[in-house]
């Protein structure tokens, strides 16, 4: 019953080195999604995907890569890593179906310090 | 667009109070869900409430019952006899189904509630 799992938990960087966050989740949803929370931010949209082989840009993309080669897996990419982007990421994924839209089932977060 | 707006930025209360956390929410879309979350000291998000824009029966979960009017825009959250246990950030969200903001999910700023033995 894993739902949706982030890899990795923690991480530090140096400026301008690059990493990938990898999502993967087992509910078979199409939709999935990833989040930044900031202090007295809330929780920012980073990118999302409707579908394999589709992504969309949310509110702060600037940044950010994403790809969704599979269904099941969400990788957001951090070409060039600068201090403001430490932060907590979440991904999330979510159903749609008969009319009825599901909630998020997110991930455990992983924390990334850019230093 | 999609706007959510949660003006109180933290509430303290003594435990065994009622309190209200408020939700307003913008959208030109006439079929939308809204949300709420809860997220602990320890980090995760844990979901609590989804209601469509077309069911505005207010509804109860033990402690927790939500308040959905749609003529103010509101989807707001009470915790009756608060306990310790309680003390979280609260997130208000919502999504829609229209064209304007199709699957995207829009978060408040949250809430952070303090329940005071």
């Known amino acids: 019953n894993a739902g949706v799992t982030q890899t990795p938990k923690f991480r530090v960087l140096k400026t301008g080195q690059s990493m990938t966050l990898l999502c993967a989740q087992d509910?078979?949803?199409?939709?999935m999604y990833w989040y930044r929370q900031d202090p007295g931010m809330g929780l920012r949209l980073i990118h999302y995907?409707?579908?394999?082989?589709?992504?969309a840009k949310g509110e702060v993309p600037d940044g950010y890569n994403v790809s969704r080669l599979k269904k099941q897996n969400f990788l957001l990419g951090l070409e060039s890593a600068a201090p403001s982007q430490t932060s907590v990421y979440f991904c999330?994924?979510?159903?749609?179906?008969?009319?009825?839209?599901?909630?998020?089932?997110f991930g455990e977060g992983s924390r990334l310090t850019v230093l | 667009a999609q706007k959510v707006t949660q003006a109180q930025t933290e509430i303290s209360v003594v435990e065994k109070e009622d309190v209200t956390l408020d939700c307003v929410y913008e959208?030109?879309?006439?079929?939308?869900?809204l949300f709420w979350y809860k997220q602990p000291p320890s980090g995760e998000l844990v979901f609590l409430i989804r209601?469509?824009?077309?069911?505005?029966q207010n509804e109860i979960s033990g402690r927790y019952s939500w308040n959905f009017q749609k003529s103010t825009s509101s989807f707001n959250f009470t915790i009756t006899a608060s306990q310790v246990v309680d003390s979280a950030v609260y997130f208000c969200?919502?999504?829609?189904?229209?064209?304007?903001?199709?699957?995207?999910?829009?978060f408040g700023t949250g809430t952070r509630l303090k329940v005071l033995a």
């Open positions: 995907s409707v579908g394999e082989g589709t992504t």
């Open positions: 959208t030109r879309d006439t079929t939308y869900y």
């Open positions: 969200a919502l999504t829609t189904t229209g064209t304007s903001g199709t699957y995207k999910y829009i």
């Open positions: 999330a994924s979510s159903f749609r179906t008969g009319g009825v839209t599901g909630e998020l089932f």
């Open positions: 509910m078979n949803h199409e939709y």
């Open positions: 209601r469509n824009s077309f069911d505005e």
